[in-house]
């Protein structure tokens, strides 16, 4: 409803929830008797353009709250937020992508999508809260989640409730500058904090967040990467400071590559072997491990 604009939230009152609750059980009502199983967004916006008994002024404002909502019954949102859905399957791993969610511009539907997705792991969290399995949550290109004021306080409290329940929140980024000095509450929860080989000014970032001794900010700096071969870095934790090499597997590496010239390399092969994409990684893999001396 209101597309996750801080002003539009600043406006929200508690007699707007109310009304938003009752469009809800109206739509639910209205949906039960059609015969139909799920409530659609469509059915809670026609709900909230249809409350009985409001006063003109509440029911300008009810309208009003419609058809911010119908924002999301078409289009590309409609398609994503504006049809039956299926439940979640119960495996190990699920791989979500945003894709064009997690453009400029999409922040609203980023934010819907995301405190859904999380409210799914939630739940099958607190299923399993009695196994001896983790649960691992781990979200890529970081810093759009922590940069969107709904989302951040969001991950904030749900996080520190998954301590208790065996779940560990990871996150993963390339662009700490873009981190807010508001995430501090947010980064400051991070027990562990696994840094690939970067250059003075990423540490000093990291400063911004986490007090580092002299000794860590030279340990950072210490670490080096070798094109096709390895990638090093620095653990902290507090009883914890450490370098490691990350030495990746031929097929894994080559899988993994995305730069320009690697496309290149890749459709090179292809053409010359007449083999698909796929294939074309497997015959990069084996010049990546001939490089390094194996077979």
Known sequence: ITGGDQREDD?????????????????AKTVFEAGRDQVLTEDVANALRNLPDLLEKRQER??????????????????????????????????????????????????????????HIHDLVEQHQNDGRPTIVI????????????????????????RKLGAWFWIATQNLEDFPDASKKMLNMLEWWMC?????????????????????????????????????????????????????????????????DEKARRHELMREHGCTELEAVVYVAEEISRNRGGE
């Open 196 to 260: 690939l080989v970067m250059p003075k000014e990423e540490v000093e970032q990291i400063a911004r967040f986490k007090d580092l001794s002299y000794e860590e900010k030279n340990m950072l700096l210490a670490a080096r990467k070798s094109p096709r071969q390895y990638t090093e870095g620095v653990i902290l934790t507090d009883e914890l400071k450490m370098l490691f090499r990350n030495v990746p597997p031929p097929l894994a590496l080559a899988l993994a590559m995305t730069e320009k």
């Open 62 to 119: 009810a309208i009003e709250m419609a058809d911010g909502l119908s924002l999301f019954c078409t289009g590309l949102a409609g398609h994503f937020f504006n049809r039956p859905g299926t439940r979640w399957p119960d495996v190990d791993v699920t791989i979500t992508d945003m894709g064009i969610l997690a453009r400029e511009g999409y922040e609203d539907q980023l934010t819907v999508a995301y405190i859904g997705l999380m409210n």
């Open 11 to 27: 406006r929200m009152t508690r007699a707007d929830r109310l009304m938003i609750r009752n469009a809800i059980l109206l739509a």
């Open 139 to 162: 979200t890529d290109e970081g810093h759009i989640i922590t940069t969107n004021p709904l989302l951040a306080p969001y991950v904030i409290k749900i996080v520190k409730m998954w």
